[in-house]
């Protein structure tokens, strides 16, 4: 389990990139919803956590690929492979990452 920051300092709609390995970025939705996925583009090396969110979609700040942080699969070319999930958890109001996890939810 790798602590985030504080909820509070993750506004709706943005992300943080965490220096682990892999680097992780971590989204939270306008809905509020938390969700990380492994940073790296899987079709170019972009940081993903750079890139644009819309819904539970995130768009990569290089060629546009997208992809779906509920799942990590792609959603549009071109990018062909996912990139990995991770399940998130808010404990005394510290978000944390818990890796290798195969979905992202909020808890």
Do not use: K
């Not at 819309?54 to 492979?81: I, K, M, N, Q």
């Amino acid at each position: 389990m790798i602590p985030v920051c504080r909820l509070e300092d993750l506004p709706e709609g943005e992300s943080v990139r965490v220096a682990s390995t892999p680097p992780i970025a971590v989204f939270r939705t306008e809905d509020g919803e938390l969700y990380a996925i492994d940073d790296t583009c899987t079709h170019q090396d972009a940081s993903l956590s750079e890139g644009w969110l819309e819904g539970c979609l995130v768009e990569c700040p290089l060629h546009a690929a997208s992809f779906d942080l509920r799942t990590g699969e792609p959603t549009c070319l071109p990018a062909r492979r996912p990139v990995r999930t991770h399940r998130v958890t808010v404990e005394d109001g510290v978000v944390h990452v818990h890796l290798g996890a195969e979905e992202g939810t909020a808890a």
